[in-house]
T-cell receptor, first 113, second 111 residues
Framework: DGGITQSPKYLFRKEGQNVTLSCEQN?????MYWYRQDPGQGLRLIYY???????QKGDIAEGYSVSREKKESFPLTVTSAQKNPTAFYLCASATLDPTDTQYFGPGTRLTVL | QKEVEQDPGPLSVPEGAIVSLNCTYS??????FMWYRQYSRKGPELLMYTYSSGNKEDGRFTAQVDKSSKYISLFIRDSQPSDSATYLC???????????FGEGTQLTVNP
């Protein structure tokens, strides 16, 4: 089965703890993205990567970190510096083909207790 | 001003109605226009993808782009209860690059 997987589906963490969200794809896509979705605000870009070992900040990168050590994987760490981390986190991937667009994983719901 | 504006709704229609969903945008450099459908607590799935101005039809769905007015639309014909979801417009300057999303319109189709 080809696609994008995110784990876990639901995640709870205490304030002050770092947590890492997993995103894996077996579509052989070069580009990967992390978005955050809050009610009434659509999707906002956190980080993206178009090649292994390289990534760029999106619009709301503060309090987050990423790595891209393998083409298939793009984990997102939500650090204790993120002021309001409770949200729905979505990972996406895409080829660099000019006729293609982004495809999304099922998402991870993070709740800070 | 947001780069992409979308009426969040909620929009409620009877089964069989024609639904019109719309977005406006401000950056004339945008060239690629997408509509995603998102069911509750799921990831968005690509519904329609168009480049530049014009219409594109796929079954009951028609996407329309008017670059002169900076206005995009999604029409759903013969709407079904299974169409109940949030519809997100997304726009980019170049394909494969970062997308700018509208905030989504929540649609309910009542049987």
């Amino acid at each position: 089965d080809g696609g994008i997987t995110q784990s876990p589906k639901y995640l709870f963490r205490k304030e002050g703890q770092n947590v890492t969200l997993s995103c894996e794809q077996n579509l052989n896509h070069d580009a990967m993205y992390w978005y955050r979705q809050d009610p009434g605000q659509g999707l906002r870009l956190i980080y993206y990567s178009q090649i292994v070992n390289d990534f760029q900040k999106g619009d709301i990168a503060e309090g987050y970190s990423v790595s891209r050590e393998k083409k298939e994987s793009f984990p997102l760490t939500v650090t204790s510096a993120q002021k309001n981390p409770t949200a729905f986190y979505l990972c996406a991937s895409a080829t660099l083909d000019p006729t293609d667009t982004q495809y999304f994983g099922p998402g991870t719901r993070l709740t800070v207790l | 001003q947001k780069e992409v504006e979308q009426d969040p709704g909620p929009l409620s229609v009877p089964e069989g109605a024609i639904v019109s969903l719309n977005c406006t945008y401000s950056n004339s450099a945008f060239q690629y226009f997408m509509w995603y459908r998102q069911y509750s607590r799921k990831g968005p799935e690509l519904l329609m993808y168009t480049y530049s101005s014009g219409n594109k039809e796929d079954g009951r769905f028609t996407a329309q782009v008017d670059k002169s007015s900076k206005y995009i639309s999604l029409f759903i014909r013969d709407s079904q209860p299974s169409d109940s979801a949030t519809y997100l417009c997304a726009i980019s300057e170049t394909s494969g690059s970062r997308l700018t999303f509208g905030e989504g319109t929540q649609l309910t189709v009542n049987p």
